[in-house]
């Protein structure tokens, strides 16, 4: 794929060449530690002709629009699959590791979650983008020592942008 | 701080309020197992009237334009510091703490440097931002397993853009 706005897609993101693009929707949030709640959600996926995409996400309150979460990296498309890294304003490193996507589905579960010194703990998380067509279906599964055996923490739907 | 195009300046970002723009210019990066090699360079902070900075970088040939380095992450301002947090497209992902900014120099040291099953190991890394009035100086070392000591990689000194 080429445009006349940037440099031709790397082969190595065939899978994923229907991420590229800007996806919006709502959300909604819950854990047993907390109260659930919903939000907003922009994801947007681009590439420079290299073989990984740059990805950027945000959440804000869909009432206030006031910013909720943030966080951005970037999804490698290596032989043995995906490497997914990524940084979060709440102090925040993953690493994530997952097999070739398939039909649009693109799982991963982190090998590292680090933090800085005033960062709550987290301990393990998975991912999972789902595309069909122009919907992209996000599900976000934590680990944290308040709940160890995990628990679904976020699911959104978000539509292709113009 | 206030503008019409945004929330006010969180306070905690005092220290950092000059950094808040973007600044672009050229650099040269050396390290004993490469060639020294030259860059251009564009590096951007932003905020959402959260105690953070949103970073983004990306380097290109000067020649070319062929892209080269990138990275992004958050730069939090806590009140024992800085703590920064960033992803690269090279598989690697680093937690860096850093004492607070004054009179615009921002120095920070990894306590985290992670990977993906094929980046290559960069085991540790320490950054040195100063700001004088628009001119951003950027210097970076690096310690790998070929360069068990460390050695200075990157310098780069970049203008604000208006």
Redesign the interface.
Known sequence: MSTAHGPALHPALASVSGYLGVFEGDGAGDYPTIEAFRYREQVSFGH???P?L?Y?QRTWNPDTAA?MH?E???L?L?P?GV?F?????T?????Q?GPPVVEGTMACTS??V??????EEVRHVRRRFQLEGDVLTVDLWMTTPEVPDGAHHLRSVLHRQV
């Open positions: 420079v002709g290299k990984f740059a950027e910013p943030a951005r990296g970037y490698r290596v043995e490497e890294v990524l940084a979060h304003p102090g925040i490193v993953e690493v590791q090998t590292v680090e933090g800085t010194a005033t960062a």
